[in-house]
Every structure is written in C-alpha cells, then in structure tokens.
C-alpha cells in the first residue's frame, strides 16, 4: 500500500541551527511534493512546491530536496528561530489526480 | 481575501445526533477538499470536489458521512448519526487550477461526540 512517512518524534533544535527533517515515501512515484507548516489550532499553510525533476527549491532560509531514487525529500531550515517552531508536513499526490494524501507530521522545536 | 471560512469553530454533541459542519471556500477557487486530523491518524482526505462535482469520495469512512458542494462558494459534510470514534479536527481546503495548486486551509472544526 502507499505510505508517506515522517519522522514521529519531535525535533529539537537550539536557535541558529538548520533544522532537517525527513519525509519518505514508498509505492508511490510522486510527480511533486509539498510541504505545509501548522500551528496548534491552525490549518495547514503552504510552504514550498519541488517537482520531480527539480532536485532543489529554496525561498527564502527554507531549502527542499527531493530524491526520486531514494524516494526521499529533505526539508531544512537554515539559522532557525523560536518562531519556526510548528508541525511541518509533506504531502504528495497518490496518481495524476487532484487528491494530496499526507504525512504524519513532524514537531518541530527550537529552543532559544 | 478571507480565506477558506469553517464554521462551526467547535461542536460538542452527544452520540446519535446529527453534525453538519460548513464551508466557504476561497472565491474563485475550483477544487475543495474535506480532511479529518487526528493524533492516530493523521491528516487523511475523506473526499474532494473539482467543480462542486465530487471527484474522489473513497476516503470517507462509511455511510453516515455524507458530503455536498451545491454551489462553488458553500459546502457541507453531515454525520448522522454521529458516534465518539468520530470525534476529530475536520478541515476544509480549497485550491485554484492545476493538480498541483497548493491548498489553502480553513482553521478546521473541532468535533467531539460524547
């Protein structure tokens, strides 16, 4: 079956540091991938888009790789700051359809 | 620009009643999306619209959920009857264009069925 997955356990990182957090996936041959940050009590909100022939997408202190052989994206973010502290999700479409399926998030903390 | 709209913000009803929960999509955008969270499980599409028409319902978890986009600025999703396992944050998200169009998500609602 299909799975999307990211790492469960929270991150916690001290202030200035680059965060790196993973997202795997199997079964699937994604033509992007997505990633959304959320806040407690918030919607998901969209960060960055990185297509499969794109191995990198940056905006900003927030950088996005994706190995389509590994099955693997790689999101970092650079000189990070208390106020980055949220879940962070990838997502990614099951097919040529309008349907995102997502993983199950990783919290992420940065301690000042 | 609002953003996608949800409403109630909280719900808490009793096992056995029916629950509908709104929303607005942003205007102008033509696909909406129904997501349900929970700690378990995670954020998982119980169905989609392209159009007001649905598109893809499979992930809806059996009979008494039922969902409906009359028109491009309302939708609904109704459970009746409801029951504790139910209970969950659903959110509504809207998108404008191609397939990969990011989503735009409402604050979501809080359902808790006692």
């Known amino acids: 079956s299909q799975k999307i997955e990211q790492n469960s356990e929270a991150l916690n990182i001290q202030e200035g540091k680059t965060a790196t957090l993973t997202c795997n996936y199997t079964?699937?041959?994604?033509?992007?991938l997505q990633w959304y940050r959320q806040d407690p009590g918030r919607g998901p909100v969209f960060l960055l888009l990185?297509?499969?022939?794109?191995k990198e997408k940056r905006k900003e202190r927030l950088k996005v790789t994706f190995d389509t052989t590994l099955k693997q994206s790689l999101f970092h973010i650079t000189a990070s700051q208390p106020a980055d502290s949220a879940t962070y999700l990838c997502?990614?479409?099951?097919?040529?359809?309008?349907?995102?399926?997502f993983g199950q998030g990783t919290t992420l903390q940065v301690k000042p | 620009d609002a953003g996608v709209i949800q409403s109630p913000r909280h719900e808490v009803t009793e096992m056995g009643q029916e629950v509908t929960l709104r929303c607005k999509p942003i205007?102008?955008?033509?696909?909406l999306f129904w997501y349900r969270q929970t700690m378990m499980r995670g954020l998982e599409l119980l169905i989609y619209?392209?159009?007001?028409?649905?598109?893809?319902d499979s992930g809806m978890p059996e009979d008494r959920f039922s969902a409906k986009m009359p028109n491009a600025s309302f939708s609904t999703l109704k459970i009746q009857p409801s029951e504790p396992r139910d209970s969950a944050v659903y959110f509504c998200?809207?998108?404008?264009?191609?397939?990969?169009?990011?989503?735009?998500f409402g604050n979501g609602t809080r359902l808790t069925v006692t």
């Open positions: 998200a809207s998108s404008f264009g191609r397939n990969d169009s990011p989503l735009h």
């Open positions: 079964n699937y041959s994604p033509a992007y």
């Open positions: 990185i297509r499969e022939n794109e």
């Open positions: 997502a990614l479409p099951p097919g040529n359809t309008g349907k995102l399926i």
């Open positions: 205007s102008g955008h033509n696909s």
């Open positions: 619209f392209n159009n007001n028409v649905p598109i893809d």
